[in-house]
């Protein structure tokens, strides 16, 4: 919905207080980059308590560097997603047990794939394939975590 994180921080509090739609909750997720998370989410959800929109939920997650440590936290998604082989054998190593520590994960994961992965494209084709109960992602499973909260209530 936005073109990047500059877009979101600019509109979000726009975009909120002019929706209409009944009955939706928001969900806003943002890359952590070198920021500190913490100072990130707080930043947001600010935002968002600017629309004065207290009847719409919103739930604000930040991907630890980048969302492609959600890929990383799933190494057979992606061998699925890209037509790939021999991936989801690495999943054990030390690097990809703790996916949301690595400092460039769209490097490491185009390193991984040979250029396989491009971010929109590859995005699209691994997401498909995410096991929500396997993931070694922390921040992946808090989001899904957070979107079950919103489901239930």
């Known amino acids: 919905m936005f073109e990047g994180k500059q877009d979101l ?7 909120l207080r002019a929706w209409r739609t009944p009955n939706c909750s928001f969900i806003i997720m943002r890359d952590q980059d070198s920021g500190d998370c913490l100072a990130v989410k707080e930043k947001l959800l600010l935002l968002c308590r600017k ?6 939920p919103v739930l604000v997650r930040i991907a630890c560097r980048e969302l492609e440590g959600f890929y990383l936290g799933d190494l057979a998604a992606v061998e699925r ?3 790939r082989t021999g991936l989801a054998s690495s999943q054990h190593r030390k690097r990809y047990r703790d ?3 690595p400092a460039d994960p769209s490097g490491l994961l185009k390193r ?3 250029g396989d992965y491009q971010h929109i494209a590859g995005s699209r084709s691994i ?8 993931n070694k992602s922390y921040s992946f499973r808090i989001l899904v975590e957070g979107i079950r909260k919103l489901a239930t209530s």
């Open 127 to 134: 997401a498909g394939y995410l096991s929500i109960a396997e």
């Open 99 to 101: 996916p949301d520590k």
């Open 112 to 114: 991984i794939t040979r």
């Open 9 to 15: 921080e600019r509109n979000i509090t726009r975009t």
């Open 81 to 83: 997603g890209l037509g």
């Open 51 to 56: 629309a004065n929109r207290s009847d719409v």
